[in-house]
């Protein structure tokens, strides 16, 4: 695409937004959210709260849902640690996940169920 056609097309795209922009700004339904906001903000500045105090006044069963999200959805359990132990050469391998570097060679040169068999045992 030429520059020429670019700077007409994004001409045609501001034209279009401006029309939208107006629009909206004649929208009684947009200026009534406004001088709601703009109210609600100065009450919220008179008393000194901030939206999260007017939520949990308003809804206080909000304040439970995040705390519930917080507490079971962001923090993961940890994984178990995994000990194995080579029979042939003594090495021991301590791993949480099964993406051990040395893990996955070892189940790579003897495979996956013989390197499972050699796990001496699990620990929270």
Do not use: C
Not at 8 to 33: A, F, M, N, V
Not at 59 to 74: F, I, L, V, Y
Not at 84 to 93: A, H, L, M
């Amino acid at each position: 695409m030429s520059l020429l056609n670019e700077y007409i097309q994004k001409e045609q795209q501001l034209k279009q937004l401006q029309e939208d922009l107006q629009r909206l700004e004649g929208d009684q339904r947009l200026k009534s959210e406004l001088e709601f906001k703009a109210k609600l903000e100065a009450l919220m500045t008179e008393f000194g709260k901030r939206p999260s105090d007017v939520i949990a006044l308003l809804d206080p069963a909000s304040e439970q849902r995040t705390t519930k999200m917080t507490a079971s959805g962001n923090a993961r359990r940890k994984r178990r640690l995994k000990i194995y132990k080579n029979p042939k050469t003594g090495e021991v391998i301590e791993t949480r996940g099964g993406n051990h570097k040395g893990l996955r060679s070892w189940k790579d040169e003897h495979g996956d169920e013989a390197v499972e068999s050699w796990l001496v045992r699990m620990e929270d």
